[in-house]
Nanobody, 115 residues
Framework: QVQLVESGGGLVQPGGSLRLSCAAS????????MGWYRQAPGKQRELVAA??????NYADSVKGRFSISRDNAKNTVYLQMNNLKPEDTATYYC??????????WGQGTQVTVSS
């Protein structure tokens, strides 16, 4: 079993920045990929960014503004969000895929971009 703890959400003005963190803990697991998804009210959950050992992938809407990184020693993934826009407002979820292809989701953290 893997537990995910997310942090870093909040209220920020347009043009501001936030950094999300997601730490995975448990026993005897090996992570293949980590990523961030988001879901706005009335919309489907969508991929924001994902990272494996060698590659990163971003939604077109966040390219050039968001950056995903991973600390393998801490089993933690980060999402640095810059130049935030009102349309980035959503609940952000961390997703971890193990080498066994089991998938775990975080509880979600709210990001609100508003003046």
């Amino acid at each position: 079993q893997v537990q995910l703890v997310e942090s870093g959400g909040g209220l920020v003005q347009p043009g501001g920045s936030l950094r999300l963190s997601c730490a995975a803990s448990g026993s005897s697991f090996s992570i293949y990929a980590m990523g961030w998804y988001r879901q706005a009210p009335g919309k489907q959950r969508e991929l924001v960014a994902a990272i494996t050992s060698g590659t990163t992938n971003y939604a077109d809407s966040v390219k050039g503004r968001f950056s995903i990184s991973r600390d393998n020693a801490k089993n933690t993934v980060y999402l640095q969000m810059n130049n935030l826009k009102p349309e980035d407002t959503a609940t952000y979820y961390c997703k971890v895929t193990l080498n066994t292809w089991l998938v775990y989701w975080g509880q979600g953290t709210q990001v609100t971009v508003s003046s």
